[in-house]
Structures are given as C-alpha cells and as structure tokens.
C-alpha cells in the first residue's frame, strides 16, 4: 500500500481509502449482507488501508454500526472520517440541518453508533439549504473539536470562498467533493447544484493550504468500471436515471471519450477501474480515494490495481482529452 500526508493531518493516509456508502444495508446498493461487508472492512484493514469515510445518512445510522463491527479491536489501525447535517425524520426522509443544536446532537449519535469516543475527521456533509448562516455551523464544530469528540474539521461539497470565511473561525483541514477521470469541474451531483469546481477551484487551494482532499464518486457512478454500455438500461429505482450524464447522448459522448483513454498507448491492457483509480492517485492533490467496496474481492481487486503507477505524462494526456471533448 502507498501513503500520503499532507501539512494540515499529522497522518500517514492510505492511497485507497474505503467508502462506507454501501455499508447501508442490503438492497441500498447491491444484495451483499452486513457480515460480508464487515469482512470486506477486516480485509482492507490487513491490506493497509486506514482511511474509512462514513455518514450517518448512510442508511440512516447503519453503515456507522457496520463499520463499528468492522474496526472492533483495531482502532488504533484506522483514521474515521464521519459526517454531519443530513439528519432524517420519522419517516426515514433525510434532510438538511446544519445548525448547532443539530451538530451537537448528531456527534453524539455518531459516537455511539461507531463505539469509539472521538472520531479523527468531522465533516459538514452539504452546506445548508435552510439559511443557517456559516458561522453557526461552523462555531458548533469548533466546539465538538474542542470538546475532544473529533481531531480534525472538515469540509464536504463547500466552495473554496466558503472555506476560507470558515478558517476565520477555526482551522479546516480537509476538503471533500466530486471528482473523477470524467468529472474534474463538475457542476452537479444527482442533479444538485455544486458550488465548486473541483479542479478550477478546489485544487489551488488544496496546494496553497496543505489541505487534505478526498474525492467520492471515483468511479463516476459505475461508468468507470465499464459495465455501463451504450445499451445499458437502468431500473426505475435506480438513482443513475436521474444523472443527465449517464443518459442518451451525453451518455454516448462519455464512452467516446472512455474509447480514446483506453487506447493510449501506456493503458493498452489496463482495465477501467485500474485506469481510474491510478488516474486519482497519480493527482498530488489528492489524498486518499473514498472507493465503496462490498466484498473483500472487490477490495483485494483495488490493492492490485496499484501494482502499478500512472506516469504525468499520461495523467496530462488524459485531462488533455477530457477537457477537449467534454469541457
């Protein structure tokens, strides 16, 4: 496993991180059942990754109590980044508060759930829809960190102007947001506006701050790992409908794109996903990738893909590509 740190974390991160989403439960992302996917978490532990990124809207508490099973034993192993703001009420329908009498209370929630007393990273899930102003939030984090209940404060989906106005306040060491091979200045995610762009944006101040940035979504939602083809048709349940990009013609202008990527000559016999994790690896702003990983296949899968190391040139090659046909 390779490592990487940075100024703001006094922590060694691993370059593959684990992505607790599809912790949620079974049928939330695939039919795989909790004992696996503590499995999967054991796996990943012994194969040197200590990076795992939850929420607890990941169903609704569960994917906490997952990973709790998961790291039993071994917390000294392991760096836990959990999140807040994305509370749910008792219809099980989530929503957005990031108000400090929230924060207070969703911490709390967090540390029961994962049977640990701090957690090393607390981030805001989403800024707010609701006008909290940022200051509120921000000040409540202030103190959960202060309390000992979170080492470090972070940021997810916020814009780099946001970030510096929550620095006035209280050191932030991470940012988190969307980013890809294929969406490197996305502007939506599920049809939610972003008011970022990571590589514009976000990645100039991840070198100007030493900052540690994770990005979610590595594999765009499955069209990374090639099993999205141009007949695909998705469920009527399934989230992917509502992703313009995954859709008819945009649709087919990613796998073009995809087409020509793989046919570079240092990827020739290389598969998409060791593309695309090799690909956010290679970027030195980024710190860990969040992948979801069910099975401990799937994760012994990720470790070999780093067998080998992307070179600049094709990194450059790549974002020449994506830029050129996709903006």
Same mark, same amino acid.
């Given at each position: ?144 960190? #202060? ?12 814009? +780099? ?9 209280? #050191?932030? +060491? ?123 296949? #799937? ?5 070999? +893909? ?13 974002? +020449? ?7």
């Amino acid at each position: 496993m390779k490592y990487k740190k940075v100024d703001k974390i006094d922590y060694e991160f691993s370059v593959l991180g684990f992505g607790c989403w599809g912790a949620s439960g079974s049928g939330s992302w695939s039919d795989h059942g909790d004992q696996e996917q503590v499995r999967a978490i054991e796996t990943a532990i012994d194969q040197g990754i200590n990076f795992f990124d939850v929420a607890p809207v990941y169903g609704l508490g569960h994917a906490e109590e997952v990973l709790a099973q998961g790291i039993k034993g071994k917390r000294d192993k392991v760096f836990i980044a959990t999140k807040v703001g994305l509370p749910w009420n008792n219809k099980f329908e989530a929503y957005n508060d990031v108000s400090a009498i929230n924060i207070a209370r969703e911490i709390d929630d967090s540390l029961r759930r994962l049977d640990v007393d701090y957690v090393d990273l607390y981030q805001v899930h989403w800024p707010s829809d609701k006008g909290v102003p940022l200051e509120e939030t921000i000040e409540a984090m202030k103190r959960v960190q #202060e309390s000992g209940k979170a080492r470090y404060l972070g940021l997810s989906n916020y814009s +780099a102007a946001d970030y510096r106005k929550a620095c006035e306040i209280t #050191e932030i +060491a991470s940012m988190q947001g969307l980013f890809n091979m294929m969406e490197q200045n996305a502007d939506a995610y599920h049809n939610i506006p972003l008011q970022y762009r990571v590589s514009d944006e976000i990645f100039p101040l991840v070198r100007e701050e030493g900052l540690a940035f994770f990005p979610y979504s590595p594999l765009f939602q499955g069209l990374l790992t090639g099993k999205i083809t141009r007949e695909t048709v998705f469920g009527s349940n399934d989230v992917r409908i509502n992703n313009p990009k995954l859709q008819g013609a945009e649709r087919l202008k990613h796998l073009d794109v995809l087409d020509q990527i793989r046919n570079l000559e240092p990827l020739k016999g290389k598969s998409l996903p060791e593309i695309a994790v090799n690909y956010l690896v290679a970027k030195k702003e980024v710190t860990s990738v969040i992948a979801t990983q069910a099975t401990s296949d #799937e994760v012994l899968a990720n470790v070999n +893909a780093l067998e080998w190391q992307m070179d600049d040139e094709t990194v450059s090659s790549i974002d +020449a590509l994506v830029q050129e046909k996709l903006g």
